[in-house]
């Protein structure tokens, strides 16, 4: 499941995964949020925890977040991750090299808003 936060910045999108998050949870709440924030703004910023409740990407969810991430690759200005999954964290370390990501462990959790929303 996907629920978006609020609280933060206006150009940044914030989301929380839990449970095992589904395709329907990207074209139903990921995308549409990415959607509307990206016509109102030039450039976002995400903010993306995973909880500790969090079990899965099924196979629809990743391949709904590859067809976002590069269909908008040029729109992303940085991305704070916060996770305890080694291969999650892996993979966003692997993408750096794209634009700016940053994975942080979930005690850091007030450290990667700080981050995602600074300068």
Not at 32 to 61: H, N, S, T
Not at 84 to 94: C, G, L, P
């Amino acid at each position: 499941m996907l629920t978006l936060l609020e609280g933060f910045p206006s150009n940044i999108l914030a989301v929380k995964a839990s449970g095992t998050v589904t395709q329907k949870d990207y074209n139903e709440v990921l995308i549409p949020a990415a959607d509307k924030l990206l016509a109102q703004e030039k450039k976002i910023r995400v903010y993306y925890e995973l909880g500790k409740d969090f079990v899965a990407f099924d196979a629809g969810a990743m391949w709904e977040d590859c067809k976002l991430g590069f269909e908008y690759l040029t729109r992303w200005d940085r991305a704070a991750v916060v996770t305890d999954v080694e291969w999650i964290k892996w993979t966003m370390n692997a993408f750096r090299f794209l634009f700016p990501i940053r994975v942080f462990s979930s005690t850091e959790a007030a450290q990667a808003q700080a981050w995602i929303s600074g300068d």
